[in-house]
């Protein structure tokens, strides 16, 4: 089973950047699927960006797609979720998650995936 910190958060101004991470322990990050969703308050979670396990393939939702972009590191056991060009649309919980799949499929729904982390508070202002 694996655990995942997320990590990265924070204020940041309307136009900025920022780089969440997902530190895997337990299991590699190359045994599963990896995703990123978002939560904004009074809002259902949303999908936002998956890595398949072999890291070959990667999705961005179409309309995040000119902005966001996911990434993995199998050394640190660690994936990334860049955010560049952040609008207070964006302000949200960012959850990490890892599914269980077969050979390269691409989940992009919350039920495929069966661990998640803590989430961390991303808040742009205007």
């Known amino acids: 089973q694996v655990q995942l910190v997320e990590s990265g958060g924070g204020v940041v101004q309307a136009g900025g950047s920022l780089r969440l991470s997902c530190a895997a322990s337990?299991?590699?990050?190359?045994?599963?699927?990896m995703g990123w969703f978002r939560q904004a308050r009074g809002k259902e979670r949303e999908f936002v960006s998956v890595s398949t396990k072999s890291g070959a393939i990667t999705y961005v939702t179409n309309s995040m797609r000119e902005r966001f972009s996911i990434s993995r590191d199998d050394a640190k056991n660690t994936v990334y979720l860049q955010m560049n060009s952040l609008t207070p649309d964006d302000t949200a919980v960012y959850y990490c998650?890892?599914?269980?799949?077969?050979?390269?499929?691409?989940?992009?729904?919350?039920?495929?995936?069966?661990?998640w982390g803590q989430g961390t508070q991303v808040t742009v202002s205007s």
């Open positions: 337990g299991r590699t990050v190359k045994d599963y699927a």
């Open positions: 998650a890892a599914a269980d799949t077969r050979f390269d499929y691409l989940p992009d729904t919350s039920s495929e995936f069966a661990y």
